[in-house]
């Protein structure tokens, strides 16, 4: 497992320089069953991470730009009728692939965002009555622009608690922006990921073979009791108006179990729950009014929680 996470990280490293932190972060969420939110500024090669995670890993690659006037049937797709055989036919939306890259999410109204609740959850689409089961790998890596605030839509919360992780994508560091500059400035095309060299490195098999590994990773009862105490301590600080659920409580969990795996161990330690901490509760709790005031952030208050809650031994 750990020589599948480096190479995976080494392949996307090849067209996404310095974003290495990002592709683990997706790679635990894969191999956790779990999908991403994808937060930051245009031009932060959000979309170029997720078309070359999904060279590297081997799944099928499928892009959605939202827009305003995004239907449901659009991502879906639509029983039309056949002339020639005098019957319905199905034609599958954009949304049957397995790794989804949701573009600009927050662009589209909220009755287009909720075509994705069923299939993010179940892996499963109903169009017409009809359920059309979905690849069991299905993966979805949303974007959106915190910048702009005009003409969005922001996500609701019983959306964003379907996302595992919701990562903050910043803008690269001097070295690495001179890096970005000097190897694509030179680029007068867009290139594909495979012009990078981006190869293939695992398969449906290897990722099946991967998460039937996640299983085996022991979750002491220590670490256990660790997760819900912290989760439990969002709903009781004064510093949040809403706290975490329960499914926040089991993804943090799954997704350490996944991080444990991919360190070459076969149990969860503190460490592995403290890391991922952030990224599994940022979105899934409102700061109250005061701490707004005050200026604080959430993961201000998240690190706090972790730093008064008592580490197992």
Excluded: W
């Excluded at 799954?254 to 599994?280: K, W």
């Excluded at 701490?291 to 197992?312: F, H, K, M």
């Amino acid at each position: 497992m750990a020589a599948l996470g480096a190479a995976i990280e080494r392949e996307v490293a090849k067209a996404v320089f310095g974003q290495a932190g990002l592709t683990r972060m997706v790679t635990i969420a894969l191999l956790a069953g779990g999908h991403v939110l994808l937060e930051g500024p245009p031009g932060t090669a959000k979309t170029l991470l997720a078309q070359a995670f999904a060279r590297a890993v081997g799944l099928d690659f499928g892009r959605i730009q939202f827009t305003p006037d995004l239907m449901p049937g659009d991502i879906l797709g639509s029983n039309l009728f056949n002339f020639q055989t005098s019957s319905f036919t199905l034609t599958k939306g954009p949304i049957f692939t397995e790794l989804l890259l949701a573009d600009e999410i927050n662009r589209t109204p909220p009755k287009t965002q909720a075509a994705l609740l069923e299939a993010m959850q179940e892996r499963r689409v109903t169009i017409n009555g009809e359920p059309h089961t979905m690849s069991p790998r299905f993966t979805v890596l949303a974007t959106q622009n915190p910048i702009e605030q005009q003409g969005v839509y922001p996500l609701p919360e019983a959306q964003l608690d379907r996302f595992l992780f919701k990562l903050v994508v910043d803008y690269p560091d001097a070295a690495e922006e001179r890096r970005i500059v000097a190897d694509h400035g030179g680029r007068f095309k867009s290139p594909a990921v495979a012009d990078f060299g981006v190869e293939r490195i695992a398969d449906a098999a290897a990722i099946a073979a991967a998460i039937d590994t996640i299983a085996e990773v022991r979750l002491a009862d220590e670490i256990v009791d660790y997760i819900v105490r912290l989760v439990r301590a969002t709903r009781e600080s004064a510093d949040l108006e809403c706290g975490a659920s329960p499914r926040a409580a089991t993804l943090l969990a799954r997704a350490a179990c996944a991080a444990a795996a991919l360190d070459g161990r076969d149990y969860a330690i503190p460490d592995d729950v403290q890391r991922l901490a952030a990224g599994v509760l940022r979105h899934r709790v409102i700061l109250s009014a005061a701490a707004e005031i005050e200026g604080r952030s959430v993961e201000q208050v998240v690190a706090a929680l972790l730093e008064r809650e008592e580490v197992p031994r």
